[in-house]
């Protein structure tokens, strides 16, 4: 059973940067690609970003040159550093590996 979890959120003034962190529980972990997804109140959730067993990621045009994922294989933890934040970036974050996905966490970015 596959379990994520994520943290790292909060309030931020714009252009702050933020981690959040993604850890996963259970087996299986080195062998998935995770992706962040975020959703803002009244929109439908949006891909944010992925990273694969191979270190490849890719971005959402509208994240790309400010957001960074990672992931840490010994420690079961994917990344998301978000730079240069913008207020259009305040929703609930979460983490997806394999159809699972975390409970969220809130970034808010506001002055």
């Known amino acids: 059973q596959v379990q994520l979890v994520e943290s790292g959120g909060g309030l931020v003034q714009p252009g702050g940067s933020l981690r959040l962190s993604c850890v996963a529980s259970?087996?299986?972990?080195?062998?998935?690609?995770v992706a962040w997804y975020r959703q803002a109140p009244g929109n439908q959730r949006e891909w944010v970003g992925s990273?694969?067993?191979?270190?490849?990621?890719a971005y959402a045009p509208s994240v790309e040159g400010r957001f960074t994922i990672a992931r840490d294989d010994a420690e079961n933890t994917v990344y998301l550093q978000m730079n240069n934040l913008k207020p259009e970036d305040t929703a609930v974050y979460y983490c997806?590996?394999?159809?699972?996905w975390g409970q969220g966490t809130q970034v808010t970015v506001s002055s």
């Open positions: 990273i694969t067993r191979g270190l490849n990621t």
């Open positions: 259970g087996r299986g972990f080195t062998i998935y690609a």
């Open positions: 997806n590996m394999a159809s699972h």
